[in-house]
Structure formats: C-alpha cells, structure tokens
C-alpha cells in the first residue's frame, strides 16, 4: 500500500508517473462521460475521457519542463495551466444550445469544465481533490438532478403555445391563469398574423410534476378568443 502511493506521489516526472495519472484520470473521466452518454448529451464517453486525459497530460507537461530544463529563462509550470480553462471555456460554449429563447446544455459545458479541472488535479497529483471533485460532479448529475424532479419548484420544461382567434390577446389574463396553475414562466414569444388577425403566443415553462396537465389545458381553453392549445416536449 505505502508503495503504492509512493507510486501516485512521487513529484518527478517519469514513465511510471505519466502511465499511472493517465490511468487514474481516464477512469474519472470515464465516470463522468457514462452518465452523461445514458443521458443522450451531446458530450458523452469519448469527450469526457478525451478532455480529462487530456488536461493531465498537459498538466504533467507543465511540471516536466521545469524539471528537465532548470535553466529555462521565466519558465512558469502554471502557464500552460492558465491556458487549459481558456480553451475549454471555448470547448463548453459548443456544448451550449440556444433555441426559441431558451438555453440549452448548461450542465454539459459545467461538466466538461470540471473534468478538465479534475484532469488538471491528477496531472498535478492532487489526487484527493481530483476524487473528491468527480463524487461531487458525479452527486450533482444524479441525486440533485432526480431531486430538482421530485421537488415541486423544478418541474418539467415544456414550450406552451396558446393560438388566439384575435390580433391582440389579453396576455394579462393568460398569465394569471398559468400562475394560478403554479406554472413558471421563463420567456414569452408573440407572433401575429396581420392578414388573418389571428396571434400565436409560445412560452417556455416549466410545470409543477403534482399539476395535470389536462388541467391546465381546460382553464386556457376556457379564455376568450383561444382557439388552439399545444404542448411541446423540450
């Protein structure tokens, strides 16, 4: 055992270090990646390996060079470190979505920016907090997102049209209505049709999993000048 983690703690750099922090950080990487693969995200295995693997090596490159070049002129072992949180902010962004108003792949971009740092922790072997940061990532993708569900603040996100017969509908009206419901509004869209003098209405919501939503159906349909009601599946 004391071997071991001589192995993991070593600071030189060599062969054994490089192989048994790539190791490590594959397999943290990996835990990660299948929970957001069963999830069908657009960042999955692959990308989650490939990000905390790689910021560790980056990580050991940073430690490396100063020690094989000691007479390097302002080598700083925490540039390249630096550098990591700046490209993978750009790798994040790609991950985020944003449509009809609403923003999409949030939590995906938070966690590939937490795989890079825990892939920075095990290249710099601060093994610890690399283990401590995954069960924490690893509690926020699960338990607290099967919490946000059973808790009746978060809901579920839908987009609600509501299609009105009149150029100009009482908007007020509706979201009494909605909030009577216990439905939360994020955004509102308004579109009217000048030839037909007809409007169409879409919100982003989310609605309370112990509200029906032939229920909600039934009080918007009671409004004057609703013609049509639709939900849609986000």
Request: charged share 15%; hydrophobic share 50%; glycine share 8%.
């Amino acid at each position: 055992m004391n071997q071991l983690l001589t192995l993991f703690t070593q600071p030189e750099i060599n062969v054994i270090t490089i192989s048994s922090r790539l190791l490590l950080s594959l397999v943290l990487g990996l835990l990660i990646g299948i929970e957001r693969q069963y999830r069908r995200q657009s960042a999955g295995l692959r990308t989650f390996v490939l990000i905390c693997t790689g910021c560790t090596a980056a990580m050991l490159l940073s430690i490396w060079i100063p020690q094989n070049y000691p007479n390097l002129l302002n080598g700083d072992p925490g540039r390249i470190a630096a550098q990591i949180l700046t490209g993978i902010g750009f790798l994040g962004a790609g991950a985020i979505i944003q449509s009809r108003g609403g923003v999409y792949g949030l939590t995906t971009a938070a966690s590939i920016w937490m795989a890079a740092i825990i892939g920075m922790c095990v290249g710099a072997g601060m093994f610890l907090a690399a283990f401590l940061a995954t069960l924490i990532t690893l509690f926020a993708l699960i338990l607290l997102n099967r919490l946000e569900h059973r808790h009746t603040i978060a809901g579920e996100a839908k987009e609600l049209m509501v299609e009105y017969k009149v150029l100009n509908p009482d908007i007020d009206a509706l979201r009494a209505t909605l909030e009577k419901e216990s439905v939360f509004m994020f955004n509102i869209t308004i579109n009217k049709n000048l030839e037909r003098s007809t409007c169409v209405v879409q919100l982003r919501i989310h609605i309370n999993p112990m509200n029906t939503l032939e229920k909600v159906f039934e009080q918007l349909e009671k409004q004057p000048d609703v013609s049509r009601v639709a939900l849609r599946m986000l």
